[in-house]
């Protein structure tokens, strides 16, 4: 499976970008697909993740209420749509995915495939 991330770019504080995540290969469904981002000088966060399916959805405390996750299993992509973004928002957002999820999921440890990454700034 590639992933292929895309939709980054730079937007003022409050406003929205769209994510999107294009995966090759026919087992797209079977992978629990999730975001990560790393910001300068940080370590890799994990943003939100979502079930074979889309039967649900987890998100970090920092985004929740703010950004949502979704697939379309036939489109074999995943999107993160971003809304009242923050400059702390600024960061290289991953696309990861992995068939399983377990405590280590959010930790982005042992993810089956990873993306490249696009690039987030938001300016205030």
């Known amino acids: 499976v590639q992933l292929v991330e895309s939709g980054g770019g730079l937007v003022q504080a409050g406003g929205s970008l769209s994510l999107s995540c294009a995966a090759s290969g026919r087992t797209f469904s079977s992978y629990v697909m999730g975001w990560f981002r790393q910001a300068p000088g940080k370590e890799r966060e994990f943003v939100a993740a979502?079930?074979?399916?889309?039967?649900?959805?987890y998100y970090a405390d920092s985004v929740k209420g703010r950004f949502t996750i979704s697939r379309d299993d036939a489109k074999n992509t995943v999107y993160l749509q971003m809304n009242s973004l923050k400059p702390e928002d600024t960061a290289v957002y991953y696309c990861?995915?992995?068939?399983?999820?377990?405590?280590?999921?959010?930790?982005?440890?042992?993810?089956?495939?990873w993306g490249k990454g696009t690039l987030v700034t938001v300016s205030s």
């Open positions: 979502i079930g074979w399916s889309g039967a649900w959805t």
């Open positions: 990861a995915a992995d068939q399983t999820y377990s405590s280590s999921y959010r930790k982005g440890d042992g993810m089956d495939y």
